[in-house]
T-cell receptor
């Protein structure tokens, strides 16, 4: 079935690294996405990775993809209070995205 | 350029009333999606439009929910005889359409619906 799983909460101290994990179901997905939702706002694409890549780095963000285990992670280096948000991983399904439940990241000053 | 817009941003309605939510996608985007986000929940897919047709309505929770899209642009989501469990944020997204690259979806800010 279609199910993308994430842990619900993560709390880190400012300056530490955050790692948000996701497991997905469809091994044929061509792209996998991370979206960020700040309080009271819609979702914004944060980054994505093409399925033939193992890793993608974009400034403070590192995406790791383990296709064998269908595991995706997002690492945020030097986490800041402005990174506090809900982070969703998503894979494209037929006609729609399949979103994870979202991980609420809380950054403690 | 203009992003996806939704109106109203907030709607409070009484149980049993009908409501209509509007989404203006990015110009030229052929694909349009509606999702629902309940408090503390993830995103629940409702319906997808490609142009004016909806090949996937599987996510509509009941026959009180309907959606249409006209002119390949604006879409409205209508909820009839609203119930308290309909209270949620309704998000609209658009994308360029099938075969158009990374399939990124661009989201609007959402409409927060509260049914009292």
């Amino acid at each position: 079935g279609e199910d993308v799983e994430q842990s619900l909460f993560l709390s880190v101290r400012e300056g530490d690294s955050s790692v948000i994990n996701c497991t997905y179901t469809d091994s044929s997905s061509t792209y996998l996405y991370w979206y960020k939702q700040e309080p009271g706002a819609g979702l914004q694409l944060l980054t994505y990775i093409f399925s033939n890549m193992d890793m993608k780095q974009d400034q403070r963000l590192t995406v790791l993809l383990n296709k064998k285990d269908k595991h995706l992670s997002l690492r945020i280096a030097d986490t800041q209070t402005g990174d506090s948000a809900i982070y969703f991983c998503a894979e494209p399904g037929t006609y729609k995205y399949i979103f994870g439940t979202g991980t609420r990241l809380k950054v403690l000053a | 350029g203009a992003g996806v817009s939704q109106s109203p941003s907030n709607k409070v309605t009484e149980k049993g009333k009908d409501v209509e939510l509007r989404c203006d996608p990015i110009s030229g985007h052929t694909a349009l999606y509606w999702y629902r986000q309940s408090l503390g929940q993830g995103l629940e897919f409702l319906i997808y439009f490609q142009g004016n047709s909806a090949p996937d309505k599987s996510g509509l929770p009941s026959d009180r929910f309907s959606a249409e899209r006209t002119g390949g642009s604006v879409s409205t989501l209508t909820i009839q005889r609203t119930q308290q469990e309909d209270s949620a944020v309704y998000l609209c997204a658009s994308s360029p359409g099938p075969g158009q690259g990374s399939y990124e979806q661009y989201f609007g800010p959402g409409t927060r619906l509260t049914v009292t």
